[in-house]
């Protein structure tokens, strides 16, 4: 039997919040497409991790998308990519001030919220209130602030859906991962929050991942 067109490898589903925004935007396009991919997953923190990923991936991380010869090895490159390959599936929104607005959330989830990350892994099963520090409070704080000027300016005006900019696209991909952690953590969301966090559990692609992390064998001790 032929393999594949596409790979995607990631990491535990349960853990991996990278690998799930990659998975997120792979579903869209190549889904949208019908166009089937295969999926490798390598659990993270294993004395055999590092030497499976580099198989496939020369940074050592996960996600990475294989297509052909072509390794993608990030999940923003994955997104691109993708973008560029099925422009129907409207990853980036069609409007091109949406589409900037779209580019800077996305960025600013690949490139920041360092505390956030470090202090709330994502951790998917589980259910564990905390107490953020204040960077922590702050990171939250912006990613709440940041949903509600998407959803006011463009999700809601579009009527085209409950996603930040209407339709799910690769910015519903990169803070998918963000509302697993508030549900973890037990981190308060104001309405709109809230509506939007309801919005990304209901997505059929994220709940298909997350009935995927729930029956996963692996568990990672955490700080
Ligand atoms: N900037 C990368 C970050 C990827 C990343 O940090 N992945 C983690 C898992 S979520 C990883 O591969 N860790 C494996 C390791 O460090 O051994 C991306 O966006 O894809």
């Known amino acids: 039997m032929a393999g594949a067109e596409f790979t995607l490898v990631v ?23 019908g166009v089937d991919f295969e999926e490798i997953v390598v659990p993270l923190d294993q004395p055999e ?107 809601e005006p579009s009527g085209e859906g409950p996603f930040l900019f209407g339709a799910p696209g690769l910015a519903d991909a990169f803070y998918a991962p963000v509302v697993s952690r508030f549900v973890t953590y037990g981190v308060p969301m104001d309405g709109a929050a809230a509506a939007y966090a309801e919005a990304i559990q209901a997505w059929a692609p994220y709940a298909q991942w997350l009935a995927a992390a729930e029956v996963e064998p692996w568990v990672l001790e955490r700080p």
């Open 11 to 33: 990491g535990n589903k349960n853990y991996s919040s990278w690998s799930l925004r990659g998975w997120l935007a792979a579903k869209q396009a190549l889904g949208s497409a």
């Open 49 to 155: 991790t590092a030497e499976r990923i580099r198989r496939h991936s020369p940074s050592g991380k996960v996600p990475a998308l294989k297509h052909g010869e072509l390794a993608v090895w990030d999940s923003l490159a994955i997104g691109e990519y993708l973008a560029e390959r099925f422009p129907e599936a409207g990853l980036w929104p069609a409007d091109p001030t949406a589409r900037a607005t779209a580019r800077c959330v996305v960025a600013e989830m690949h490139a920041g919220f360092a505390s956030l990350r470090a202090e709330l892994p994502m951790d998917m099963r589980n259910r564990a209130p905390a107490s953020p520090s204040s960077r922590t409070l702050a990171d939250i704080a912006r990613i709440q602030a940041l949903w509600h000027d998407c959803r006011g300016r463009f999700g």
